[in-house]
């Protein structure tokens, strides 16, 4: 498990621990990564963090466009060995997504449950932003190269 | 030379020996129906039905250790076999080891769970059992006894889970239980229960009862299907009581 | 699995469901299903989260149900945690379904047992 930000590591590892999950992924609403479980390759990580950040976002307009409002929740993909769990969480500092992706030893209610605690535990121990913390358009991909090198190493 | 064609076998019908046996039996004709047991058995000496019926002669004839014997030769034959159970039930009541009557039964009524006679006599033996006296008996520790210690790690500590005393399916059993375990205390605290104390499983042809001993150890139970849920509680503080002791040192 | 607990009406759900919380001590009922852990029908939670009872039930039926398989025990049809404040039974219905109750500690739980397993058989 690497974490950009260190109150989310001790929340993070409950959720891992207690659902079981084999991948996990937190992330800004933008797909800014936040921490990660699981991943071997950074572009991997990229990869799912922008999809899943787009998901989410997609979903949430189709379910405001279809009138069934803006809190919809999760997105689950129930495939035949393995399940996604992708869910939004609002924090001080926005709202951040989490993707969870787990195997039968687990099931989605389980990855519901302890997912709500997690999100509780992670909004509940974010401090509020910084002033001129905000990213940038042209500073983002230093943002994403660093964050990314705190989540692998410095090889990647 | 063999004999091809031994005393009251025909070939071609089976053994005949067995119905000849049993009517000099039912005659109480004991001595003649020893000698053809015994004979056929000299040609048959896997047919576990001959073996039943030498056990069932000896013990009309008061011969209850050789028919014992018997038996559980019948039992080494086919394990499982429903007359030999009932057999061995039969002794255990005579010298009033009402426990092993039972275990005998209940092992019976969970290969024919519909016989009513069967399941009579365990309602009989049950009835005779006052439960102050069940925990006195330490059976922890024997096969038969279905009692199998594990620790939180998922390893088996002592014990086996079936009567074959199986190494593999005890280890096995241990790993699965202990996960178990953890998922009865986690859902207990979540769903504000307390202190988790038992979870009962009762399938079609088992019922177990998995209960914690201390932070590291559980006891898992198996009996059959048969079983009382009220007997499985009262088994597993038996055999707590047991491992307790074993741990301590006396059954080490 | 696909139409799961949709052999029976909302009404006939209820009634079910109202049957089990009518004995006295139980406090909550729900339907699930064991694969996924999601609730199916409830009644009378309570303080209780149906969706959170509904996975951990779930998640202990998975593990119970396979450590019944490894002892050769066949199908599990009752499952049952006890602690010292409250039990849980479980009454298994057509695959994948579990009639589950949530029971303070002085329930009837005998009549508790027999009315689940009688009433999961119903399920469909």
Same mark, same amino acid.
């Given at each position: 498990?690497?974490?950009?930000?260190?109150?989310?590591?001790?929340?993070?590892?409950?959720?891992?621990?207690?659902?079981?999950?084999?991948?996990?992924?937190?992330?800004?609403?933008?797909?800014?990564?936040?921490?990660?479980?699981?991943?071997?390759?950074?572009?991997?990580?990229?990869?799912?963090?922008?999809?899943?950040?787009?998901?989410?976002?997609?979903?949430?307009?189709?379910?405001?466009?279809?009138?069934?409002?803006?809190?919809?929740?999760?997105?689950?993909?129930?495939?035949?060995?393995?399940?996604?769990?992708?869910?939004?969480?609002?924090?001080?500092? *926005? /709202?951040? &997504?989490?993707?969870?992706? #787990?195997?039968? +030893?687990?099931?989605?209610? $389980?990855?519901? =449950? !302890?997912?709500?605690?997690?999100?509780?535990?992670?909004?509940?121990?974010?401090?509020?932003?910084?002033? *001129? /913390?905000? &990213?940038?358009?042209?500073? #983002?991909?230093? +943002?994403?190269?660093?964050? $990314?090198?705190? =989540? !692998?190493?410095?090889?990647? | 030379?063999?004999?091809?064609?031994?005393?009251?076998?025909?070939?071609?019908?089976?053994?005949?020996?067995?119905?000849?046996?049993?009517?000099?039996?039912?005659?109480?004709?004991?001595?003649?129906?020893?000698?053809?047991?015994?004979?056929?058995?000299?040609?048959?000496?896997?047919?576990?039905?001959?073996?039943?019926?030498?056990?069932?002669?000896?013990?009309?004839?008061?011969?209850?250790?050789?028919?014992?014997?018997?038996?559980?030769?019948?039992?080494?034959?086919?394990?499982?076999?429903?007359?030999?159970?009932?057999?061995?039930?039969?002794?255990?009541?005579?010298?009033?080891?009402?426990?092993?009557?039972?275990?005998?039964?209940?092992?019976?009524?969970?290969?024919?769970?519909?016989?009513?006679?069967?399941?009579?006599?365990?309602?009989?033996?049950?009835?005779?059992?006052?439960?102050?006296?069940?925990?006195?008996?330490?059976?922890?520790?024997?096969?038969?006894?279905?009692?199998?210690?594990?620790?939180?790690?998922?390893?088996?500590?002592?014990?086996?889970?079936?009567?074959?005393?199986?190494?593999?399916?005890?280890?096995?059993?241990?790993?699965?239980?202990?996960?178990?375990?953890?998922?009865?205390?986690?859902?207990?605290?979540?769903?504000?229960?307390?202190?988790?104390?038992?979870?009962?499983?009762?399938?079609?042809?088992?019922?177990?009862?998995?209960?914690?001993?201390?932070?590291?150890?559980?006891?898992?139970?198996?009996?059959?299907?048969?079983?009382?849920?009220?007997?499985?509680?009262?088994?597993?503080?038996?055999?707590?009581?047991?491992?307790?002791?074993?741990?301590?040192?006396?059954?080490? | 699995?696909?139409?799961?607990?949709?052999?029976?009406?909302?009404?006939?759900?209820?009634?079910?469901?109202?049957?089990?919380?009518?004995?006295?001590?139980?406090?909550?009922?729900?339907?699930?299903?064991?694969?996924?852990?999601?609730?199916?029908?409830?009644?009378?939670?309570?303080?209780?989260?149906?969706?959170?009872?509904?996975?951990?039930?779930?998640?202990?039926?998975?593990?119970?149900?396979?450590?019944?398989?490894?002892?050769?025990?066949?199908?599990?049809?009752?499952?049952?945690?006890?602690?010292?404040?409250?039990?849980?039974?479980?009454?298994?219905?057509?695959?994948?379904?579990?009639?589950?109750?949530?029971?303070?500690?002085?329930?009837?739980?005998?009549?508790?047992?027999?009315?689940?397993?009688?009433?999961?058989?119903?399920?469909?």
């Amino acid at each position: 498990m690497r974490v950009l930000e260190p109150w989310v590591a001790d929340p993070l590892a409950e959720l891992l621990r207690e659902s079981a999950a084999r991948l996990a992924l937190v992330m800004t609403a933008s797909g800014q990564v936040i921490a990660q479980h699981g991943f071997a390759r950074s572009l991997d990580v990229m990869a799912a963090a922008a999809l899943g950040a787009g998901i989410l976002a997609s979903t949430r307009e189709l379910a405001r466009l279809t009138g069934a409002g803006d809190d919809f929740g999760a997105v689950v993909h129930q495939g035949g060995e393995r399940g996604i769990w992708l869910a939004g969480f609002d924090t001080p500092r *926005g /709202r951040w &997504v989490g993707l969870v992706v #787990f195997g039968a +030893e687990s099931s989605v209610g $389980l990855v519901r =449950l !302890f997912f709500e605690q997690f999100a509780e535990r992670v909004a509940a121990a974010t401090p509020p932003p910084r002033a *001129g /913390r905000e &990213v940038l358009a042209a500073g #983002f991909e230093r +943002e994403l190269d660093d964050s $990314l090198r705190s =989540l !692998f190493g410095s090889g990647a | 030379m063999t004999d091809a064609s031994p005393p009251h076998v025909a070939p071609s019908q089976g053994p005949v020996f067995l119905d000849l046996g049993e009517r000099l039996r039912l005659r109480g004709q004991l001595e003649a129906a020893e000698s053809v047991a015994r004979a056929g058995l000299a040609h048959f000496p896997a047919l576990t039905e001959a073996h039943d019926l030498l056990a069932r002669i000896l013990a009309d004839a008061g011969r209850e250790v050789e028919a014992e014997a018997a038996w559980t030769s019948a039992l080494g034959c086919t394990p499982g076999h429903v007359g030999a159970l009932k057999g061995l039930a039969y002794l255990a009541f005579r010298r009033h080891d009402l426990e092993a009557a039972q275990d005998r039964l209940e092992a019976a009524a969970a290969a024919l769970p519909h016989d009513t006679a069967i399941l009579a006599a365990l309602d009989r033996v049950r009835a005779l059992r006052p439960e102050a006296s069940l925990g006195t008996h330490a059976t922890f520790g024997s096969p038969a006894a279905g009692m199998l210690l594990f620790d939180a790690a998922g390893l088996r500590v002592a014990g086996h889970a079936d009567e074959a005393g199986s190494n593999a399916m005890a280890d096995a059993a241990a790993a699965e239980a202990a996960g178990v375990t953890m998922e009865a205390a986690r859902t207990a605290r979540i769903l504000g229960l307390g202190p988790w104390r038992e979870v009962i499983v009762e399938g079609e042809t088992a019922r177990l009862i998995v209960v914690p001993l201390d932070d590291a150890n559980g006891l898992l139970v198996r009996r059959p299907p048969t079983t009382p849920a009220g007997r499985l509680r009262t088994l597993a503080a038996r055999g707590l009581a047991g491992a307790r002791a074993w741990l301590a040192g006396d059954g080490a | 699995m696909a139409g799961r607990g949709r052999g029976m009406s909302a009404v006939a759900w209820a009634a079910l469901l109202d049957e089990v919380t009518a004995i006295p001590g139980v406090r909550a009922a729900v339907v699930v299903a064991a694969d996924d852990g999601l609730v199916i029908h409830e009644a009378a939670m309570g303080d209780l989260d149906s969706a959170d009872v509904a996975a951990l039930a779930a998640a202990l039926v998975r593990r119970g149900a396979r450590l019944l398989g490894t002892l050769g025990g066949g199908r599990p049809q009752v499952l049952q945690l006890g602690g010292a404040g409250g039990t849980i039974v479980a009454a298994a219905g057509p695959d994948p379904l579990w009639l589950i109750a949530v029971a303070a500690p002085e329930a009837e739980l005998g009549r508790l047992r027999l009315l689940l397993g009688d009433r999961a058989g119903v399920m469909r």
